[in-house]
């Protein structure tokens, strides 16, 4: 049992809170008994390591049989060392490193996606995980986070979207330019979830939201500048009825799959 919370190989994994050290060696940290349960049965040959208290490996026999039957091994290691480990406070008894394994913009693209987000200039790492969750949920075939977006493997990113990212395909790092270039030319229309857009029952009506789509979602405080709206198709905003001063990010870019995925199966 690692008990050491000072060893060599202990701080290796709490350097990859930092995106130097994720830079440097191609991992990240997972953290949490439900994201590491999804990492082992989605994808299971990206854990290079895996950590677990024996409380927790007790009381989550699946996540245990579960990484016998992937062949991982866990190893054992002292509370006080998993909280060494983890970024979070509470880290539920469960510590993974993994590899990263984005996925390119061509095979995204080349695939006929119907419904792909596309993050630009999004920086809080909560947002960029729970719309990468919800668009697991809606069932888009991919989302691609732009050059100006946070780390993908932030471990507040990878937390937040609560498995999805072993489930949906992500790419990153192009420009909007360049990703709504491809995404046109891979027949998609291009749409700007914008509070300068028109109204998303609008675009309802006119059948708009049925098409195969891609989705762009920008910074959580300034949205969209106007370079990036001249490159998209249309603008739409999600209207607000009650007496709310705006929408949180995340929420309203739910809505916005979900209308398309609606849409698309209706």
Not at 135 to 148: F, K, Q, Y
Not at 221 to 226: E, N, P, Q
């Amino acid at each position: 049992m690692l008990d050491n919370p000072r060893s060599p190989r202990v701080r290796a994994v709490a350097k990859l809170a930092k995106r130097g050290a994720r830079s440097e060696t191609g991992l990240f940290l997972l953290e949490g008994p439900q994201s590491v349960a999804e990492a082992l049965t989605f994808r299971p040959e990206l854990v290079v390591e895996l950590y677990a208290t024996p409380t927790a490996l007790d009381r989550y026999t699946d996540i245990a049989q579960t990484a016998v039957d992937a062949g991982v091994d866990v190893e054992f290691v002292t509370e006080h060392v998993l909280e060494t480990m983890a970024d979070t406070v509470t880290p539920q008894g469960f510590v993974a490193v993994c590899h990263q394994f984005p996925t390119s913009i061509r095979d995204i693209l080349s695939g006929e996606p119907k419904l792909v987000a596309i993050l630009e200039e999004v920086r809080d790492p909560g947002n960029a995980g729970t719309i990468i969750r919800a668009a697991d949920s809606a069932g888009a075939d991919a989302v691609i986070l732009t050059g100006r977006t946070v780390d993908l493997y932030n471990p507040k990113v990878v937390r937040s979207s609560t498995g999805s990212i072993f489930h949906v395909p992500v790419a990153v790092g192009a420009t909007l330019e360049h990703v709504v270039g491809r995404a046109r030319a891979a027949g998609l229309q291009v749409l700007a979830a914008d509070i300068k857009g028109d109204d998303l029952l609008a675009a309802r009506k006119e059948g708009l939201l049925a098409r195969a789509t891609a989705w762009v979602f920008g910074n959580e405080a300034r949205g969209l500048g106007d370079d990036d709206l001249a490159l998209v198709d249309r603008a739409v905003t999600v209207p607000i009825y009650g007496s709310a001063e705006s929408m949180n990010l995340a929420t309203a870019a739910s809505v916005c799959l979900y209308e398309s995925a609606f849409a698309q199966r209706s």
